[in-house]
């Protein structure tokens, strides 16, 4: 059974940092592309950050560009959300999702796998 398991959220002030990470058991995981989604109450599940099996490519959805930074250690078959300056509105569920294929892309239904998610809470 595939599995991602994430780790690292919590409640922190605005202006603070977190760091998550989300270890696979897949054991594809170092050729797949490996992303970040969040959900915030009431919305829609949202593409946050995205990453090639290499690292050699990556893509931040606007709102976070310059505040994260999403990485990737092949060998521990884990991947990693750095998250400084939050902002109250970063608040939501953090997911992290792989794909069974190449390319960078940021809709959810392109994503095969997904963790249970973590809570991330700001306050102002």
């Known amino acids: 059974q595939e599995q991602l398991v994430e780790s690292g959220g919590g409640l922190v002030q605005a202006g603070g940092s977190l760091r998550l990470s989300c270890a696979a058991s897949e054991r594809t995981f170092s050729s797949s592309t490996v992303g970040w989604f969040r959900q915030a109450p009431g919305k829609e599940r949202e593409f946050v950050a995205a990453?090639?099996?290499?690292?050699?490519?990556?893509y931040y959805t606007d709102s976070v560009k310059g505040r994260f930074t999403i990485s990737r250690d092949n060998a521990k078959n884990t991947m990693y959300l750095q998250m400084n300056s939050l902002k109250p509105e970063d608040t939501g569920v953090y997911y992290c999702a792989l794909r069974h294929g190449s390319g960078l892309l940021v809709g959810v239904n392109f994503y095969d796998v997904w963790g249970q998610g973590t809570q991330v809470t700001v306050s102002s």
């Open positions: 990453i090639t099996w290499r690292g050699g490519s990556i």
